[in-house]
């Protein structure tokens, strides 16, 4: 529980209480014939999958227009789904059709307010649509406007927060900070500049000490163990299992993507 910051947990109950060719329905039944696809490498589930995304695809055009369905954590958890199934077919487009899903579904987050934080899963929607745009923003190198809500993005803050939560909450700093920086190296080395990057470093140097904390603050179980080194480059890449250099063993998955993502 303690990595987790996506919505699949969430997933169950909202499907449950879906009516039957639900929305929510299409969206899941689209993303297991697309998984399914990739697995069987069949061309038949892939066209199966493919229609079925198109027709949720249209129904959430619908919804939106609806004031009441553009607040609902069906539609929501839908569009994450969307997101999970460009990832997973991973065409040519799949990377601006993820991000266009991705930014559909933070405009939904800061229209739904405030007021989706009293509930559970609402805000565990929240937190994961708040770390797809984390991400989605280093990808196209974009800054990060603020959740419109005493505490911004932080507004979900009550000490309560997972290790994986937590971390996007340090990191949600990155992408503005990167912008910023950009604007600063192209501008004439004049003495406001200078201060301005002054600052800059030292906002840098306040991010990494956090992450450092993080990391310290982790259950044992995040950490990874060294278990052998390679010393000599792979002969074919795309056989081998190892790069030079230390081999590491992680708890799981999850960990691993965490630990990996801070560590670079």
């Not at 004049?190 to 800059?200: F, G």
């Not at 002969?235 to 590491?248: D, M, V």
Request: charged share 25%; proline share 4%.
């Amino acid at each position: 529980k303690d990595s987790m910051r996506g919505y699949l947990e969430v997933l169950y109950p909202i499907y449950q209480n879906a009516p039957s060719g639900s929305l929510v329905h299409q969206a899941t039944q689209a993303v297991a014939l697309a998984s399914l696809s990739n697995g069987f490498k069949t061309r038949i589930l892939r066209l199966e999958a493919q229609k079925l995304y198109g027709k949720a695809l249209l129904e959430v055009g619908e919804a939106i227009k609806d004031p009441v369905k553009a607040r609902s954590d069906e539609l929501l958890i839908s569009i994450l789904l969307f997101s999970l199934y460009e990832a997973i077919t991973s065409s040519q487009d799949s990377r601006a059709a993820w991000t266009h899903h991705i930014s559909g579904a933070v405009q939904l987050v800061k229209l739904r307010g405030e007021e989706q934080l009293k509930n559970p899963v609402s805000r565990q929607l929240f937190r994961a649509v708040r770390s797809s745009m984390l991400t989605s923003s280093i990808v196209q190198g974009k800054s990060i406007d603020d959740f419109p809500a005493p505490g911004g993005w932080n507004c979900d803050d009550d000490g309560e927060l997972n290790a994986a939560n937590r971390l996007t909450l340090i990191c949600l700093r990155l992408p503005n900070v990167k912008k910023y920086a950009q604007d600063l190296l192209t501008q004439e080395k004049t003495p406001k500049i200078v201060h301005e990057m002054m600052d800059l470093i030292r906002t840098a140097k306040d991010i990494d000490s956090q992450l450092e904390h993080w990391a310290l603050t982790v259950p044992e179980e995040w950490e990874y163990h060294t278990i052998e080194y390679c010393r000599e480059e792979p002969k074919n890449l795309y056989t081998s299992q190892y790069w030079r250099g230390p081999i590491h063993e992680y708890y799981d998955v999850c960990h691993a993507h965490i630990i990996v993502l801070v560590d670079r």
